[in-house]
């Protein structure tokens, strides 16, 4: 990869330029290919995806897929995506260096231009946006290398710049709930998010994510879904045998990765589009017995803000005044995990029930 990082520093006219070629060789690509294109809604906000390949889509659609619209109406953004290896010309080099690209993989100084650069080390992949024409590029080095982990909650920064908009972030945070609505799970990655989510998940409670999840913080704040899958490590596979019996499970390749559970196939019914947020959970792995409390919208929003800021560096901090304004609307708890899933759901109902309208 770094021979491919040939270029001293950016030059103001750089990104344009580079985004254009982009664009051609994704052109050049879908001639080749073909393209296969879905729309996908996510609450009143549409996306277009055009994949060059049916092999691409294949291997980025499944987490995905509940999310088909054929019904029409306006689209807000649209993806184009394709594979490196497939372009017939060949892909530009990057003009940057590693010393250039900063945490969540954007590219410094991309961020003050119309184009916007994420390039993520870890797998190769490319995502440039045009801030102006709400049009996103996805390269990606090879489908059939595409890792584990992005097959299992995809695209997550090139979404973020197709749903932003007033008030509407892409957050690190889970979420759950039902028909009084959903509680908003805040932490850093190993608070115990995903063991509060999957066990309200078991007991019967509506699932919209475990990790991330797409904010509305609007008059009524609402968290909406990304993906309809759930990642289980090994302590997950033990506490959640049924989970665990319809789990995927990586490669030998990538045996430091977590397992994946298919939650609207394995749980029919339970994945909901999206809920209002009627209250912030604090999770904190204690275990022993569980224990609820309110604490301060503070407290809440120093679980919330600092994570989601340093995974999704994309928007200049401004997903911290809508966290503000959401944990001063609700009722904010933490919830100390303890051993027993059954409390855990409980303590997700009872936060519900003290939060109810």
Not at 94 to 117: C, E, H, M, N, T
Not at 244 to 264: H, N, Q, T, W
Not at 303 to 313: E, I, K, N
């Amino acid at each position: 990869m770094s021979e491919r990082l040939v270029s001293p520093r950016l030059a103001e006219a750089t990104l344009p330029s580079f985004y254009a070629a982009a664009a051609g060789e994704y052109d050049l690509t879908a001639e080749r290919t073909g393209v296969v294109e879905v729309d996908l809604r996510f609450a009143d906000r549409m996306v277009r995806l055009r994949f060059a390949g049916a092999e691409l889509a294949d291997a980025l659609l499944g987490a995905l897929a509940p999310r088909h619209d054929d019904g029409g109406g306006h689209v807000h953004a649209t993806l184009a995506v394709w594979d490196e290896h497939a372009c017939p010309a060949g892909s530009r080099p990057f003009p940057w260096r590693l010393a250039d690209i900063g945490p969540g993989g954007l590219v410094r100084g991309s961020d003050v231009d119309q184009v916007v650069a994420i390039h993520e080390t870890a797998s190769g992949a490319l995502t440039l946006v045009n801030r102006a024409g709400r049009s996103v590029l996805h390269r990606v080095p090879h489908s059939a290398a595409v890792p584990w982990w992005e097959r299992a909650a995809p695209l997550r920064p090139a979404l973020f710049w197709a749903l932003r908009g007033e008030g509407r972030h892409l957050v690190h945070a889970g979420a759950v709930g039902d028909d009084r609505g959903g509680v908003l799970l805040a932490g850093a990655s190993g608070s115990g998010k995903t063991t509060v989510a999957l066990a309200a998940l078991v007991h019967g409670l509506g699932y919209v994510a475990d990790d991330y999840v797409l904010l509305h913080a609007v008059s009524e704040p609402a968290a909406i879904s990304l993906y309809r899958t759930a990642k289980l490590d090994d302590g997950h596979l033990a506490r959640f045998t049924t989970l665990a019996a319809a789990a995927s499970f990586p490669p030998p390749s990538a045996v430091e990765e977590k397992a994946v559970v298919d939650v609207a196939a394995s749980m029919p019914g339970s994945l909901r589009a999206s809920l209002p947020v009627r209250a912030v959970m604090v999770p904190r792995i204690r275990g022993g017995r569980a224990r609820l409390r309110r604490v301060s919208p503070a407290e809440a929003l120093l679980a919330l803000a600092p994570s989601t800021v340093l995974q999704l560096p994309f928007d200049d901090g401004a997903a911290l005044a809508s966290l503000a304004a959401v944990v001063r609307r609700v009722p904010c708890f933490a919830l100390d995990v303890g051993d027993d899933v059954a409390e855990l759901a409980s303590a997700v109902e009872q936060a519900l029930e003290q939060a109810a309208p």
